[in-house]
Nanobody, 125 residues
Framework: QVRLVESGGGLVQAGGSLRLSCAASGRTFSRYTMAWFRQASGKKREFVSAISQSGGNTDYADSVKGRFAMSRDNAKMTVYLQMNSLKPEDTAVYYC??????????????????WGQGTQVTVSS
């Protein structure tokens, strides 16, 4: 069982930056593929980024590539999402997700077993 708690969301002006954190509980954090998804009001949840168990591999949605950077600290059992050059269209609730056995396309939300409660990010124009 893994419990995920996101933090770091807030209100920021376009062009600004935020750093999201997702703290995990449990003893096998380093075995989990981790991901960030987001859901804007009235829209489907969408993939943002993912990172492999070791942190050696990352993947990003085209819409955030070059602006967002995901990282993890297995000793602290935490993943991060550094978000730069934020745009109003980045406004959404951001969710952290984890799974010990993601196979196939790790951009698919249904592959992840554990989810956090979400943190709101609002970017004003």
């Amino acid at each position: 069982q893994v419990r995920l708690v996101e933090s770091g969301g807030g209100l920021v002006q376009a062009g600004g930056s935020l750093r999201l954190s997702c703290a995990a509980s449990g003893r096998t954090f380093s075995r989990y593929t981790m991901a960030w998804f987001r859901q804007a009001s009235g829209k489907k949840r969408e993939f943002v980024s993912a990172i492999s168990q070791s942190g050696g591999n990352t993947d990003y949605a085209d819409s955030v590539k070059g602006r967002f950077a995901m990282s993890r600290d297995n000793a602290k059992m935490t993943v991060y999402l550094q978000m730069n050059s934020l745009k109003p269209e980045d406004t959404a609730v951001y969710y952290c997700a984890a799974d010990p056995a993601v196979t196939g396309d790790w951009r698919v939300a249904t592959l992840y077993t554990y989810w956090g409660q979400g943190t709101q990010v609002t970017v004003s124009s």
